[in-house]
T-cell receptor, first 116, second 113 residues
């Protein structure tokens, strides 16, 4: 079974600065998806960015980018020019492409605070 | 387009009571699923369905029942609520089980006393 670990329960960043959230995972599979989800106080789960394991190029979405290290099984999220609206819980998630059910395996979450 | 709708948003139960959490989607998605979110544990899959009439267990299915009689609806039933089922419950859907993009509902906060 796959596991996802987020070793930083809490992080903080100054507005306009850059922060990196860490995520590691364990799998024996070669093809899969990785995701970062944002959960603001409204509780809504918002997809921030996704990475397909067979693609070597790191995914980017505006101010959000990832550092995907497949051999190291690492998938960190970098938020540039942090904004107050980025404050939320962030979850890293893994999706197998070799088992049915489209199930996601989530990490424990990192609570991000953005200081003005 | 309402997307994925969950009701109720909040619920308090007494131990032993039963209830059904409702989930409906209007996107004609084949795949629907239920997750629970507990502090420090992320979200964990309870049950899922790859189409009407087809359901299967996820990671933490004990204490929960599901059925899928229509494409639109995927209710989650607690037959005899326990304090360990206090959690936030999310319903999620995607067009098929092979589509990686999941659409989440806004969640149901359930407390069992």
């Amino acid at each position: 079974a796959q596991t996802v670990t987020q070793s930083q329960p809490e992080m903080s960043v100054q507005e306009a600065e850059t922060v990196t959230l860490s995520c590691t995972y364990d799998t024996s599979e070669s093809d899969y998806y990785l995701f970062w989800y944002k959960q603001p106080p409204s509780r809504q789960m918002i997809l921030v960015i996704r990475q397909e394991a067979y693609k070597q190029q790191n995914a980017t979405e505006n101010r959000f980018s990832v550092n995907f290290q497949k051999a190291a099984k690492s998938f960190s999220l970098k938020i540039s020019d942090s904004q107050l609206g980025d404050a939320a819980m962030y979850f890293c998630a893994y999706r197998s492409l070799e088992t049915s059910g489209s199930r996601l395996t989530f990490g424990e979450g990192t609570q991000l605070t953005v200081n003005p | 387009n309402a997307g994925v709708t969950q009701t109720p948003k909040f619920q308090v139960l007494k131990t032993g009571q039963s209830m059904t959490l409702q989930c409906a989607q209007d996107m004609n998605h084949e795949y629907m699923s239920w997750y629970r979110q507990d502090p420090g544990m992320g979200l964990r899959l309870i049950h899922y369905s790859v189409g009407a009439g087809i359901t299967d267990q996820g990671e933490v299915p004990n204490g929960y029942n599901v059925s899928r009689s229509t494409t639109e609806d995927f209710p989650l039933r607690l037959l005899s609520a326990a304090p360990s089922q206090t959690s936030v419950y999310f319903c999620a859907s995607s067009s098929t089980q092979f589509n990686e993009k999941l659409f989440f509902g806004s969640g149901t906060q359930l407390s069992v006393l």
